[in-house]
């Protein structure tokens, strides 16, 4: 009830702000695109606290695995022992030594420097010479251990939360997203390609992009929008006022059909063509807050991922994975078909990237800030629930 009234009040402030011409007109200032002051809170109140995906489980195919992966300069370890799933810091509690120095492997878990051991579940293994040399007392022996983050398995996805806080992954996504991506897991190839990159734009404008449904006639014109029909997303679009709303964190993530299958081959590879659809033909889109992106652009046939991890304030990594639907094809067949899905997006992704490190490159010389428009509304929600938790404002 005081939620709704709440929501009823900010809706109606910000009409009346909208018709007097004194409400913002951009999803964020351009100070959040640029400051590396900003970005630290990110870090320790965004991403340290929340949880991110990290990792799908055909990553560490091996029972007795393990891969490195980052969030914001924090290196994880990610171990897998039989069925369970652990995540680590990546570092030795001796010396703070890294303990792998590779991004993924088989290896035993010891340390280079003083050979320090540990099990995959994180627990010290073996201190060589602990009783004659190093004669701990109890208050160190409880710190030779590595130390362990939280981790949650969602059907093949595997998300971490680095920081302490009582954020429950059900805190976070509401349940029928989760539940979409445990359905989604059962239908994944174990196989898949992935790769790396750096671009030089502020994260937050990727997703931006993302959720803009005007985009993809223009900058997309001779590639994506021959494939998928986006006009639906913005007909008769009220006043941004009228979809104002004081978002909470679960509704900040969503699973959506964002637009109708025009039929064009260009994603039906070989493989795909002989791969019946998991949904009605669509270009389908997973946006988990904050920094997560899936699309299925044949309905569920394929699949590729699209996870940003920040690394400054103007600068991002982001992993490509990319995935097929179960099928009998042999391993030089599936490699073929998703590299060939790869780089038929690659085009798209390209486009989109081409975009906002343009933008990102406007707001290094330009004083103006964003003019939105009511279609916008979803991400100007977004921005006002980012803000909250980065400046920590009042969230019910």
Sequence with gaps: MIKNILQSVYRNLYKYAYKLNISNNHILSRKYYSSEKIFELEKSRL??????????????????????????????????????????????????????????????????????????????????????SYKFNNRQKSCKNLKTYE????????????????????????????????????????RIISYKEKRNFNWKLNFENLRDALHPAVLHSKSLSKEVDFTAQYDEIPPVYEKRVWLRLPYASSFSNDGGYKGSDSFDTLASKGIKPLFNEGYF???????????????GRQFNIEFLNPISSKCVEIT?????????????????????????????????????????????????????????????????????????????
Excluded at 81 to 108: F, M, S, V, W
């Design 151 to 190: 981790i949650e398995k969602i059907g093949v996805f595997l998300f971490v939360k680095i920081k302490k806080s009582s954020i429950r992954i059900q805190d976070q996504f509401e349940p029928y997203v989760l539940k979409s991506l445990k359905l989604i897991s059962n239908y994944f190839d174990n």
């Design 47 to 132: 991403f340290f606290r929340h949880w991110i995906f990290l990792a799908i489980t055909s990553e560490l195919s091996d029972e007795k695995s393990w891969v490195v992966k980052n969030i914001c300069g924090t290196e994880v370890l990610l171990t897998r022992d039989g069925d369970n799933y652990y995540a680590h810091q990546n570092i030795c509690p001796h010396k703070n030594i890294r303990l792998c120095d590779e991004e993924k492997g088989t290896r035993p878990l010891t340390c280079k420097y003083h050979a320090w051991s540990f099990n995959l579940d994180g627990s010290n293994k073996r201190v060589p010479l602990e009783d004659k």
């Design 320 to 396: 490509h994975i990319f995935i097929m639907q179960k099928s009998s094809y042999s391993n030089k067949e599936i490699e073929d078909e998703l590299e060939a899905y790869r780089v038929a997006g690659r085009k798209i992704l390209e486009e989109d990237y081409w975009a906002v490190e343009s933008v990102q490159k406007g707001l290094e010389f330009s004083e103006i800030e964003q003019n939105v428009g009511a279609y916008e509304y979803w991400n100007l929600n977004i921005a006002n629930l980012y803000k909250r938790i980065i400046h920590r404002w009042f969230i019910f």
């Design 285 to 299: 889109n997973w946006l988990l807050f904050p920094n997560f992106h899936m699309a299925s652009p044949n309905a």
